[in-house]
Structures are given as C-alpha cells and as structure tokens.
C-alpha cells in the first residue's frame, strides 16, 4: 500500500511537471487572468440574471443558498482539510519546488484540497442541477470550474490531485445544498427555494 500511494504521489509530480513545463509568455498573462476570481464577475451576474429572471425575488432564497455552498465548500477545503492532510503546493515542495515557475503568488503552504476547484465545481453543479431541464446549454457550465482548475497547475500552485479531491468536495456539496434546497422548498412553509425539476 505504502508504494502504491508513493507511486501515485510521483505520477502526480510528473504530470504537474508536464502541465506546468507546457508554458508561454502569453499563456502566463491568460492563466494569471483565468486563475483570478474577480475576472469572472461577468459570469456570475449572468448567473444572478437568470436566476432573478425566473424566479423574482423569491431568486434571494437560492442567492442564500449559494453563499452557504461556497462558505461551506471553501471552509471545509481551507480551515480542515489543507491544514490536516498537511501536503505542500508544488510552488512550496522541497522536492520540486526549484522546478516550479512562480507567475503568480505561491499562496499558503498546503494544497490538498483546492478550494478554487472546489467552490468553482460546487457553484457550476448547484447551477446545473437547477437549471438544466431548462436550459440545455447550461452543461457549459460546467467548463468553467475545469478552465480555473487546468490555471491552477499551470501555475504550479496545486498538484493535479489537488484538484481532482476538489472537484469531488465541490461536486458532493453542490448536490447536497441541492438536495437540502428541493427539501426545505418543501418542509418549511416560508421558505421558497426556486427549485422545479
């Protein structure tokens, strides 16, 4: 078992090596630009759009909902889960750090799991869940929360693992607070969470 995840921890270095290596001047400004949260403002107020557009007012009571999510996702990644499995970012690795290209601030010390994967995946999958019986084209949704997490590797800040635990947190929350949002909708009469499918 032991040199099964050591085997694994090493494939994971080498695949992040490779990403990484896979650089350009231009790409280093697109993936500072991509990996940059502010910069997909346009996205959520499309998101809050279509959200007020077919639900009024009543849209505030998934608004809420999506603020518990990404608090909920980002805690559980930042507070627990780095400081407890204790694993560096590639950037701060005494093993590979020197082979790490620093384009953007390195961050904290730890990586697993991310919390860019995981509330960008636990976002695009509440919104899905919502939405796609609607709007098919809303699966694109989806390409968003891998286009953050690709920025993150490429910038050497977390291992592909890393990502990959993250896009699973995301993925789990986004449909728990889905499910508990069909259930409260339900179950408690003054609340009303815009939830039809």
């Given at each position: 078992?032991?040199?099964?995840?050591?085997?694994?921890?090493?494939?994971?270095?080498q695949v992040l090596l490779y990403l990484?290596?896979?650089?350009?001047?231009?790409?280093?400004?697109?993936?500072?630009?991509?990996?940059?949260?502010?910069?997909?403002?346009?996205?959520?107020?499309?998101?809050?759009?279509?959200?007020?557009?077919?639900?009024?007012?009543?849209?505030?009571?998934?608004?809420?909902?999506?603020?518990?999510?990404?608090?909920?996702?980002?805690?559980?990644?930042?507070?627990?889960?780095?400081?407890?499995?204790?694993?560096?970012?590639?950037?701060?690795?005494?093993?590979?750090?020197?082979?790490?290209?620093?384009?953007?601030?390195?961050?904290?010390?730890?990586?697993?799991?991310?919390?860019?994967?995981?509330?960008?995946?636990?976002?695009?999958?509440?919104?899905?869940?919502?939405?796609?019986?609607?709007?098919?084209?809303?699966?694109?949704?989806?390409?968003?929360?891998v286009i953050v997490s690709y920025s993150?590797?490429?910038?050497?800040?977390?291992?592909?693992?890393?990502?990959?635990?993250?896009?699973?947190?995301?993925?789990?929350?986004?449909?728990?607070?889905?499910?508990?949002?069909?259930?409260?909708?339900?179950?408690?009469?003054?609340?009303?969470v815009p939830i039809k499918n």
């Amino acid at each position: 078992m032991e040199q099964l995840f050591e085997t694994l921890i090493e494939l994971d270095q080498q695949v992040l090596l490779y990403l990484h290596g896979l650089s350009s001047p231009w790409m280093d400004v697109v993936m500072a630009g991509v990996t940059e949260k502010y910069n997909w403002l346009p996205l959520y107020l499309l998101l809050f759009i279509i959200l007020f557009k077919n639900f009024g007012w009543q849209g505030i009571y998934t608004l809420v909902a999506v603020v518990i999510l990404i608090t909920l996702s980002d805690q559980l990644t930042s507070s627990f889960m780095k400081p407890f499995f204790h694993r560096f970012r590639p950037c701060h690795d005494p093993e590979i750090g020197h082979l790490v290209r620093i384009v953007t601030k390195c961050g904290g010390y730890f990586g697993f799991v991310s919390s860019h994967a995981s509330n960008s995946f636990a976002v695009a999958t509440y919104f899905w869940l919502i939405f796609h019986n609607k709007y098919r084209w809303m699966i694109w949704l989806l390409v968003w929360p891998v286009i953050v997490s690709y920025s993150r590797i490429y910038l050497g800040v977390h291992y592909p693992l890393d990502i990959l635990g993250g896009a699973i947190v995301g993925i789990v929350l986004g449909y728990l607070v889905y499910r508990m949002s069909k259930w409260s909708s339900t179950k408690i009469p003054f609340v009303f969470v815009p939830i039809k499918n």
